[in-house]
Nanobody, 123 residues
Framework: PVQLVESGGGSVPPRGSLTLSCAIT????????MAWFRQVPGKEREGVAV???????RYSSLARGRFTILRDYLNSSLKLRMKDLQPEDTAIYYC?????????????????WGQGTQVTVSS
């Protein structure tokens, strides 16, 4: 199996920026596709961005233009660069992986998950 560990969360003021990282260890073959999701307590987990090994990316409407998903193969990590953060971006952010070429933003389509990192946007 593959292990995913998120880091980089924290508190930022509105319009601030933050970069999240997801360290990947174990079976790299299980990470053909990777993604970021987020969840607010009491609400469903929602997809933020996806990246596939062939370089294809997909962003949700909430992320497009503000967030960038990057795969660092040399350092076995996944990143999410976020800018112009707003209070509604406050959530726990999760890294996910799948061995198949998944481009879906639906959580049910992803096999491997990290434990999450908290992002809080507040003045």
């Amino acid at each position: 199996p593959v292990q995913l560990v998120e880091s980089g969360g924290g508190s930022v003021p509105p319009r601030g920026s933050l970069t999240l990282s997801c360290a990947i260890t174990g079976d790299i073959q299980s990470t053909y596709s990777m993604a970021w999701f987020r969840q607010v307590p009491g609400k469903e987990r929602e997809g933020v961005a996806v990246i596939v090994r062939d370089g294809k990316t997909r962003y949700s409407s909430l992320a497009r233009g503000r967030f960038t998903i990057l795969r660092d193969y040399l350092n076995s990590s996944l990143k999410l660069r976020m800018k112009d953060l707003q209070p509604e971006d406050t959530a726990i952010y999760y890294c996910a992986a799948d061995a198949e070429p998944v481009i879906s933003l639906a959580p049910v389509d992803w096999d491997y998950w990290g434990q999450g990192t908290q992002v809080t946007v507040s003045s």
